[in-house]
């Protein structure tokens, strides 16, 4: 077939060939018909994606390379923020953020062991996991039905002279107060992580400006995992506009060492053996020079180059999730519907770019009755994650010896949460008929 060929040719051939078969063999009926499942979220791509794919294995590249620079470049552009980097998961996004803070290039501001850090536990393990396995203590705050995040007012009770940041996820794409989450930030000189991996996408308005959520705080977290806002396979990126916390990310996803150099380039400084580290010899080589104890959380140049297709389709996901949401919450915002379950509401100031729709019943009407009726009627339902974090046995020894965690207040609307609510998808991937079939299954359900 590429007797006759040069590489460039033979290259061309072959991806010609990938766009006619993920034509033909993908995404290939998407019409609705009763009893056709609806799942919560998933892929939606075309043959961008999978000829970037093939184009990127075919260089063999492996690791990260010119598509990860490319996919990190135009995320922040998207984003208006200053550094991206891209990581292997959401999950390591977030220990990454978290770590980042441990270091001693922060001085008196870094978190140390048994240090506090205010977050929720409706919600993700792994926006609290990093606090707890470094040996920091999570400080959990009740939240809000409704909107489903932290409830700000709990916010000073929280707060002790131990406090050194918070760490909080906009849930399922509807932003956090943000104002008043930064202003107590502020105000007692705290650190602000933003998991943003279920919101990508989403804005609020702070100080008369739009502004993406993950870009207000310290650092901003997000996912690329499949049913997510938009997908690599895995992967996952952290994104700030501090130079240090830049360096000290790129640091520690990148093995703890000291040298910026690219992987595959040596010597960009022109100092790399003429420094003076710790207690090395003088000279000694500075790619092998470690400032941080760090991990290899970097991504491959496959999963960017799939990344790199998708980011071009964002703001087309972003609006069709908002159409979605808007399309299913006027359908069930009737008499009849509201007394029985609590549809979820936008925080003021926010233009959320929605996960999910999340839904808690009233007094009266079962959750899980309902949720096994949509189920068999071929809507997939989630709950909110780990619903009550503290109440999973990972906790079961902290619980047991009352250390390692502290709650303020209750968590009464967590624990609600945790027995009464539950959520639907919103994907772009979904149609009109899709949405109307969900609601009128919803309301015969209840």
Aim: net charge negative; charged share 25%; aromatic share 10%.
């Amino acid at each position: 077939m590429f007797k006759n060929m040069n590489e460039k040719e033979a290259r061309e051939q072959i991806l010609s060939l990938v766009g006619e078969y993920c034509d033909k063999y993908h995404n290939r009926d998407t019409r609705f018909e009763k009893g056709r499942k609806i799942n919560y979220a998933s892929r939606v791509y075309d043959r961008e994606e999978m000829v970037n794919l093939v184009d990127s294995s075919l260089e063999f590249w492996l690791t990260s390379g010119h598509y990860t620079d490319e996919f990190e470049k135009s995320l922040a552009g998207y984003l208006g923020i200053r550094f991206c980097s891209v990581v292997n998961s959401g999950s390591s996004a977030n220990l990454l953020a978290f770590m980042a803070l441990t270091s001693p290039l922060l001085g008196d501001r870094r978190i140390g062991r048994g240090d506090e850090v205010i977050t929720v536990a409706a919600g993700f393990p792994t926006t609290v996991t990093p606090i707890i396995q470094y040996g920091a203590v999570p400080v959990f705050a009740d939240v809000t039905i409704g909107q489903y995040n932290i409830d700000v007012s709990m916010l000073e009770d929280a707060y002790s002279p131990k406090t050194k940041a918070v760490m909080l996820a906009h849930t399922l794409g509807n932003p956090f107060d943000l104002k008043a989450v930064k202003e107590f930030c502020d105000r007692h000189g705290l650190w602000l992580i933003e998991d943003n991996c279920d919101a990508l996408g989403s804005k609020y308005v702070l100080d008369g400006k739009e502004r993406y959520t993950g870009t207000i705080g310290d650092i901003g977290t997000s996912s690329f995992y499949p049913p997510h806002h938009m997908t690599m396979g895995e992967g996952g990126a952290v994104y700030t506009d501090d130079p240090l916390l830049n360096k000290i990310v790129r640091s520690m996803r990148d093995w703890g060492r000291d040298c910026v150099c690219p992987s595959g380039h040596d010597n960009l400084c022109g100092h790399r053996f003429d420094g003076q580290y710790g207690e090395l010899p003088q000279g000694y080589d500075h790619k092998y020079v470690y400032s941080h104890f760090g991990y290899n959380l970097k991504p491959t140049d496959m999963q960017a180059a799939v990344g790199c297709a998708q980011l071009k389709k964002l703001p087309g996901f972003v609006e069709r999730r908002r159409h979605n949401f808007d399309l299913l919450h006027s359908l069930l915002d009737e008499e009849g519907v509201r007394e029985k379950l609590i549809l979820p509401q936008a925080a003021p100031g926010s233009i959320p770019s929605w996960f999910g729709f999340l839904i808690t019943c009233n007094e009266g009407t079962d959750r899980n009755e309902l949720v096994r009726k949509l189920e068999s009627s071929g809507i997939q339902t989630r709950m909110l994650f780990s619903g009550n974090l503290i109440k999973h046995p990972c906790f079961d020894g902290m619980r047991k010896s009352g250390e390692g965690y502290r709650v303020a207040g209750d968590l009464k609307n967590t624990d609600r949460i945790m027995r009464d609510s539950f959520w639907v998808g919103v994907y772009p991937g979904m149609t009109d008929e899709m949405i109307s079939y969900m609601a009128g299954e919803i309301k015969g359900a209840i």
